[in-house]
């Protein structure tokens, strides 16, 4: 439509100008035949008009042949944007193409790799699965933990079960920490070769039975084990104990890598979970005699005193801290035991050792004499009445000077107990964790975290008697 346009426009021009050029051309030969007076100027329109005609004849040429170039221009540009947008519009349909290919890999990919994570994580289980049943088929051990927290013994409304949960996470790292302690101290002990035989005896309570575990744990990882077998002896009134020291790991240890256990004999006391005395005034003594006659006995069967050699691990409801008397500077333990028996064999125990260990966790020691600390519980409604007949009074075992060490646990900064464990490193002669042959020392503390979460749960754990969180109870600790 432009073009026909531009043409008809073109086409016009030329006959304009053809018209003005012929009139000049006439004009200019009329010129020739009229008067000399009016020719010259007429020949000069004539000319005038001829040459106008020539130059609109030359503009109209340049323009045409201008607009030819810009149409030509303006084609080429429409063109070439024509070509432009069907390269783009190509070039989008073979993105989309392939991003459409790709979303399609991508899904079949992530849902074969999905398929094949699934599988292998169902596989993995299944194992996994399979290989903790034959775990808690043949180790029952999680059973016998669970129902022992469950309170689900026969003893469940015993004394000694009460106690079991007092203090039980320090007992546990107590026990497991003592246990690879007294390990090194009877090896040191055994290269004496002229010592043939190490008595240890371990007293009733709750605080053993975590111990008793891990030192038959502790026995068995020994290379030397036979040698050890063939010299020590326990020998334990403790029948939970007994059960914890055949049992460790929920199954009886083999007799291979153990070392021998003996019972003392007596009556079974169902409260305490121990033998003791019978209650008659003739056999009052007879667990005591028992075990002063075994190791009499041992040693006039070796003939030497020095062949034997007796270790005694004996604890208490509650250990007394002071010197024994005026003379001397240093405080010793005194374990407080009441029930029918029982003091007296604690003391029997002391008595008959050559080394003494008084194991106990860390709030458990106070530093009120016996008399003073019987008239406090009467105060704080923990006894009826403290007179010497009266079975919740305690009684004081009278440790030994020179042979009587304390094992229990020390507190990080900040515990509410860590001014009380920091002042007993001062009164008494600490070791470290190594043991050394030596009378000097009188301690040795086993860094111990209750993680309590406040200060409030942490007095939970560190007093969890109804009568020791009283306040008054608790001054003894400040």
Request: charged share 25%; hydrophobic share 35%.
């Amino acid at each position: 439509m432009k073009n026909s346009k531009f043409i008809f426009r073109f086409i016009v021009g030329i006959h304009i100008v053809a018209l003005i050029g012929t009139i000049g051309l006439s004009i200019y030969l009329i010129g020739k035949y009229i008067d000399d007076t009016i020719k010259e100027p007429i020949q000069i329109v004539g000319t005038f008009a001829g040459a106008l005609g020539l130059y609109m004849f030359i503009a109209a040429s340049a323009r045409h042949l201008y607009a030819i170039d810009q149409e030509k221009q303006k084609h080429l540009f429409v063109k070439d944007q024509e070509m432009k947008r069907q390269s783009f519009e190509e070039e989008r349909f073979n993105h989309e193409k392939r991003v459409q290919a790709w979303k399609q890999d991508l899904q079949e990919g992530t849902l074969n790799k999905i398929a094949t994570e699934t599988e292998s994580r169902n596989k993995m289980s299944l194992s996994i699965g399979q290989n903790i049943a034959k775990i808690l088929t043949e180790d029952h051990g999680w059973a016998n933990t669970a129902i022992k927290n469950a309170y689900l013994h026969p003893y469940k409304a015993t004394e000694f079960q009460k106690r079991t949960h007092h203090y039980s996470l320090e007992k546990e790292h107590l026990g497991k920490s003592f246990a690879k302690y007294i390990v090194r101290y009877l090896r040191t002990e055994l290269k004496n070769k002229s010592l043939k035989r190490i008595y240890i005896l371990v007293d009733s309570g709750s605080t053993f039975v975590p111990f008793m575990r891990h030192l038959a744990i502790e026995f068995a990882k020994q290379n030397e084990i036979a040698s050890l077998a063939e010299r020590i002896r326990v020998v334990t009134n403790n029948l939970a104990a007994v059960d914890a020291y055949l049992f460790p790991d929920g199954k009886e240890l083999s007799q291979k890598r153990m070392v021998p256990l003996h019972i003392l004999p007596g009556r079974p006391n169902a409260d305490y979970r121990a033998t003791t005395s019978p209650n008659d005034p003739k056999g009052r003594a007879y667990i005591e005699e028992y075990l002063e006659g075994l190791i009499n006995q041992k040693r006039k069967e070796l003939d030497s005193k020095a062949a034997v050699k007796v270790i005694s691990l004996v604890t208490g409801n509650w250990i007394g801290l002071f010197p024994v008397n005026k003379s001397q500077s240093n405080v010793l333990p005194h374990p407080y035991a009441r029930g029918a028996g029982h003091p007296e064999f604690k003391q029997k125990l002391i008595d008959v050792a050559d080394e003494v260990f008084v194991v106990t966790p860390l709030a458990k020691l106070i530093r009120q004499p016996i008399n003073k600390f019987n008239e406090l519980l009467e105060k704080i409604g923990e006894t009826s009445k403290t007179m010497k007949n009266n079975p919740k009074a305690y009684k004081m075992i009278n440790p030994v000077v020179g042979k009587t060490r304390l094992i229990t646990t020390s507190r990080k900064p900040r515990s509410i107990l860590a001014g009380f464990s920091g002042r007993l490193q001062g009164e008494m002669r600490q070791i470290d964790g190594e043991y050394k042959k030596s009378e000097s020392w009188t301690l040795q503390q086993f860094p111990f975290d209750t993680l309590a979460n406040n200060i409030r749960e942490e007095r939970e754990i560190e007093f969890p008697h109804d009568y020791s969180q009283n306040e008054v109870f608790q001054i003894l600790f400040d």
